[in-house]
């Protein structure tokens, strides 16, 4: 998920030569377009990017009219949503709500990373990430 467009985050993704390894990607377009459908403001920390992601990897149903009336808990195994700002984690604790879902906070290359860290730790996000390595501490536990 991102809050940039489709175009920006393909050529991005692409770029750095890992599009291949995302099998759903949620951007701002997808978000604007729910908008205008259901005329709610549905932009993070609503939990609508990752649910939305989660019936798109996982087929849980539709979340349009009711936001999670087939997103079932257990269902989907666990998602790990990671994300740099406390934005992110309020969004994936929302979703906890429907899913099954742990979050990660990542916030290194954000503007301030000290300020941003100290805000994500109030919101106390599962994990902390402090380089992409430590994925592997978390994925394989």
């Not at 906070?105 to 990430?129: G, I, M």
Request: charged share 35%.
């Amino acid at each position: 998920m991102t809050g940039r467009n489709r175009v920006e985050a393909k050529y991005a993704l692409k770029r750095f030569g890992i599009l291949n390894l995302f099998d759903c990607l949620i951007t701002i377009d997808e978000v604007r377009r729910e908008e205008k459908k259901t005329g709610k403001v549905l932009r993070k920390p609503h939990p609508w990017p990752i649910l939305e992601a989660a019936r798109q990897l996982f087929g849980t149903g539709s979340l349009r009219d009711d936001l999670a009336r087939k997103c079932v808990p257990g269902r989907t195994g666990v998602v790990l949503y990671i994300g740099d700002l406390p934005d992110d984690i309020l969004a994936a604790k929302r979703a906890g709500k429907f899913i099954r879902i742990k979050s990660a906070a990542f916030p290194k290359f954000t503007r301030d990373p000290e300020t941003t860290t100290r805000e994500l730790q109030k919101l106390k996000p599962d994990f902390f990430l402090e380089s992409p390595r430590d994925l592997s501490r978390i994925l394989f536990l």
